[in-house]
């Protein structure tokens, strides 16, 4: 088992920018790709960005591409997301996972509790 705690959400304005943080305890946390999803109220999770277990391969989606910066420190156990140029649009629940390097959400075994994020116009 890995137990995954999301931290780091909240109110920004757009424009603005948060850093989430994704702390793992439990099963070695260097074995899997870590990912970030999101899903906002009425709409299905999606993919946000990925990466791979040694931090060498990173993905993203189109609509957070050169906005968005996954990161990991497997000492430290963690994974992070760094959100820049917020845009309202960004307003969702966004959950850690970690499983295998993916983009769609049944490749990931275990998940968080989910952090919200809420960006202002």
């Known amino acids: 088992q890995v137990q995954l705690v999301e931290s780091g959400g909240g109110l920004v304005q757009a424009g603005g920018s948060l850093r989430l943080s994704c702390a793992a305890s439990?099963?070695?946390?260097?074995?899997?790709?870590m990912g970030w999803f999101r899903q906002a109220p009425g709409k299905e999770r999606e993919f946000v960005t990925t990466?791979?277990?040694?931090?060498?391969?990173?993905y993203y989606a189109d609509s957070v591409k050169g906005r968005f910066t996954i990161s990991r420190d497997n000492a430290k156990n963690t994974v992070y997301l760094q959100m820049n140029s917020l845009k309202p649009e960004d307003t969702a629940v966004y959950y850690c996972a970690a499983g295998r390097l993916h983009r769609i959400p049944a490749s990931y075994n275990y998940w968080g509790q989910g952090t919200q994020v809420t960006v202002s116009s």
């Open positions: 990466i791979s277990w040694s931090g060498g391969d990173t």
């Open positions: 439990g099963r070695t946390f260097s074995n899997y790709a």
